[in-house]
């Protein structure tokens, strides 16, 4: 069987399970372009609509349930509709949901969240993880008087200007390394931007302190996720996040991490984890209980730029800004993420990697998985990739099909290969997905 007869197996039998889906998405092209309000929801044939969730489990348009391992990529992390979330929730709105006031709901998110990651003294909410990198930026332009930053090949911080560079670049295989130049992600950002970004590879300080060597009277930051997300689950390598520390401090220039994935990994984050401690932090997704949210904090002398009492402060606005809602729910979902949740859902998530492992081990397949915490991406790479460029593969075709394969077997996992487990998850659920897993494993094995 050859791959196009697999996928146009695997896409019947996803049109046949999801008729209704299909008319949602056609009326959705008549107001919305392609379908749907967000790039990512995206995948062919056309994406699944969900009419409601519950806990681990997503049912869709015709009534199809699926174990939810995407979890709205990573913020749903104690499920959906969970009855300690609504009930804050429901407390907020009957109170009001947003004025331009100070309230005690944020005091106490804010207070939360300095009390457990490392590098946040002081903080500001925002509504997104686009919005938190963002200001993060700025804080660090403002505070050392420099415009540029060095980010990561296949880093994604949002979709901001100045972050939307080799997100997803041309793969080079089989050439000598070349330098690293900034690929707009998009049609639409300014070439010109491009002057204040430079790349390099994840894992590699050479390649940071070379462009540190001469460029640092340039550089106001170095921002890099712990642990790298979209381009696939890709932890750092020992040593890697105290060296990015040392190499800021020697060069004089700020280091942010962007935790809006990677905060779920430690009561403290990924800093806390690595026990490294950066001078800014960017946060989103699950401080918001799944409601819209985002964060920016770090040292008291960075963050008191925002100061608006003091002369020539940074302007920072935002409408729903800490509204009450968000707020409320985030309250709940830190209360609930607690050290014994966290070790609970590492355990599970080591547990389902094992599993998976085996499968590939007895499918003799070129498929490799990484994990960080609770976080897990598949990859069709023989071995564990550790920076974007060993991401490539002639076979990453398949991962469209793994992902229509395991939709069919009512697993909802993300298009590029990430899963991600919530804490309201059993072993149930975990069996059912390796299973499903193995299944699919064994198509592939058809297909290499």
């Known amino acids: 069987m050859d791959f196009e007869t697999a996928f146009a197996q ?53 009534g199809n349930a699926y174990t939810d391992f995407l ?30 006031a100070v309230i005690p709901e944020q005091l106490q998110l804010a207070g939360m969240i300095c009390e457990r990651v490392p590098g946040i003294e002081m903080l500001r909410f925002c509504n997104s993880g686009t919005e938190a990198t963002m200001f993060a930026v700025r804080a660090a332009r403002a505070f050392t008087g420099r415009s540029a930053i060095i980010k990561m090949e296949g880093g994604y911080h949002g979709t901001h200007e100045t972050v939307e560079f080799s997100i997803a670049p041309p793969h080079r295989p089989g050439l000598p390394p070349a330098p690293l130049v900034p690929v707009p992600a998009s049609p639409g950002i300014s070439v010109n931007v491009s002057r204040d970004v430079y790349i390099a590879p994840f894992n590699n300080l050479d390649a940071i302190e070379s462009i540190l060597r001469t460029k640092a009277n340039e550089i106001a930051a170095i921002l890099v996720e712990p642990v790298m997300g979209v381009a696939g689950v890709i932890p750092p390598q020992p040593g890697y996040l105290a060296g990015l520390r040392q190499l800021a401090d020697r060069y004089g220039v ?46 008291a002398e960075i963050m008191a730029l925002f100061d608006p009492s003091q002369p020539r402060a940074v302007s920072h606005g935002g409408t729903f800004n800490g509204n009450r809602v968000t707020m409320a729910a985030g309250i709940a979902a830190l209360e609930m993420l607690d050290e014994a949740a966290i070790a609970q859902l590492d355990a599970m998530a080591a547990e389902l990697e094992a599993r998976m492992i085996r499968s590939i081990r007895q499918a003799a397949v070129p498929v490799s998985i990484t994990r960080a915490g609770s976080l897990l991406n598949v990859h069709f790479t023989e071995r564990p990739p550790t920076d974007y460029a060993s991401t490539y593969s002639p076979r990453q075709q398949l991962a469209g099909l793994v992902h229509l394969e395991l939709l069919n077997r009512g ?19 975990l069996a059912k997905a390796a299973d499903a897993f193995a299944d699919v494993m064994q198509i592939v094995a058809r297909l290499v």
């Open 254 to 299: 700020l280091l942010i991490f962007d935790e809006v994935q990677t905060l779920r990994l430690g009561r403290g984050g990924a800093q806390g984890l690595y026990q490294v401690t950066p001078d800014l932090t960017a946060l989103a997704k699950i401080i918001g209980g799944g409601f819209p949210v985002g964060a920016f904090g770090g040292r």
């Open 71 to 100: 979890n709205n990529y990573t913020s749903m992390i104690h499920g959906h509709a969970h009855p300690a979330i609504a009930k804050n929730v429901q407390a907020a709105l009957a109170l009001g949901t947003a004025y331009a």
């Open 10 to 62: 695997a896409k019947r039998d996803y049109l046949l399970r999801t008729s209704s889906s299909q008319k949602v998405f056609e009326k959705a092209g008549q107001v919305m372009p392609g379908g749907d309000t967000r790039t990512t929801a995206f995948y062919k044939p056309y994406p699944l609509s969900i009419s409601r969730a519950e806990g681990p489990t997503l049912y869709d348009a015709d």
């Open 411 to 429: 697993i909802f996992t993300a298009p590029r290969g990430m899963w991600n487990l919530s804490t309201v998850m059993s072993q149930d659920h």
